[in-house]
């Protein structure tokens, strides 16, 4: 505890309470820190902030495929074959929720007797289209649909894509970087703080994976386990804990020979006892940083893999796999489809970049 004189009287102030205080005049981290709350929330909410709702956001529509961002198009709602089952909200939150109606993209349509008659989009000058009014939707036969960012290939909306794709990328880097703090943090405390013959089997251990180039180890992991949601948390978590140990053991073998560790043993608390309650406080500054760091470059290595078919799989939206979906528009004039996420990858990225840099000067002890 620290005690600053507030105006009459002296107050206690935790060394926490002066970080978040510091952490706060970083205006970059302060701005990061907002926009990854913002994409958080957006994961957090999920289908429920996305223009398609339904599963994976997977409504295609070949009809409207490629259009540009700002492209509205009317929509005849038709009754589906069979009744779609209606899930609750946090049903709906998680999984999406299939479209009550079936949509057919139109130019304008009439009524005549039991029947509407519609021109389908960028049909001039074929006949119309005949629907009798029992198939098509009674309270809201005609709605009109905008795509912000236009749509894809295969007539899907980009922006929900884009939206869904952040649970993707915060769930691959969340879930990879704890399964690399949790095997850095276990191998680095027992090398640095045991040395002798412990050290230097963990050492080799380290130096081995460290010698491996990461993406490599990550596509050896990804065959070895297959492709899939669950297997690229684990190949990018098994190889990212290698900072975190080399890190940690350093910051072990320097804490050890501190006089609270040689109280610890004078009053007969065990190794791991002093290890848990005394030597990884001491360290949790250093590895909060590495923390974002590294969430930043598995968010990297999970659109890189994507991109290289080895992620994520479809009909998942992933921010790599959109870009490696439309890479090739890049040289046509819809080569927005492959930039928007490119950019959403770029800025989630800086902004852990940025948050790192503003935790290491917060958790300064030199102005402390």
């Not at 589906?80 to 009550?100: R, S, T, V």
């Amino acid at each position: 505890m620290i005690k600053r004189k507030n105006r009459k009287e002296y107050r206690a102030v935790s060394l926490s309470e002066l970080t978040w205080k510091r952490f706060r005049k970083e205006k970059q981290g302060m701005v990061s820190l907002a926009f990854i709350v913002l994409v958080i929330a957006i994961a957090v909410l999920g289908y429920l902030v996305t223009p398609d709702s339904t599963p994976y956001c997977n409504h295609q529509q070949l009809e409207i495929a490629l259009r540009s961002p700002g492209f509205s198009a009317k929509m005849l709602q038709l009754n589906p074959a069979q009744e779609i089952p209606q899930y609750g909200l946090f049903h709906k939150m998680l999984y999406g929720q299939p479209d009550k109606y079936r949509t057919v993209p139109i130019e304008s349509y009439r009524t005549a007797g039991d029947s509407v008659y519609v021109h389908l989009i960028d049909a001039s000058g074929e006949p119309e289209v005949a629907y009798h009014k029992s198939e098509v939707c009674k309270d809201q036969p005609v709605i009109t649909r905008k795509f912000l960012l236009g749509t894809d290939r295969y007539g899907r909306d980009v922006l929900s894509q884009l939206l869904i794709g952040t649970r993707i990328s915060l769930a691959v880097g969340g879930i990879s970087v704890l399964i690399a703090l949790i095997i850095g943090i276990l191998i680095g405390s027992i090398a640095g703080y045991f040395r002798g013959w412990v050290d230097d089997v963990l050492m080799w251990f380290i130096n081995v994976v460290w010698s491996i180039p990461t993406l490599l180890l990550v596509i050896a992991i990804s065959f070895a386990l297959g492709k899939g949601f669950w297997q690229i948390f684990m190949a990018i978590g098994f190889t990212m804990w290698v900072d975190v140990a080399r890190v940690v053991r350093g910051q072990m073998i320097s804490l050890r020979e501190k006089e609270f560790v040689e109280a610890g043993k004078a009053l007969g608390y065990n190794s791991f006892h002093i290890i848990r309650k005394h030597l990884l406080p001491n360290v949790a500054g250093t590895v909060i940083v590495i923390a974002a760091s590294n969430f930043s470059s598995a968010i990297l290595m999970e659109a890189g893999l994507s991109f290289l078919g080895l992620g994520v799989q479809p009909p998942t939206p992933s921010w790599g796999m959109m870009m490696k979906e439309n890479y090739a528009y890049i040289v046509l004039d819809n080569a927005y489809l492959a930039i928007i996420p490119g950019i959403a990858i770029m800025l989630l990225v800086l902004a852990f970049m940025l948050i790192g840099n503003a935790l290491r000067d917060a958790l300064s002890v030199r102005d402390q």
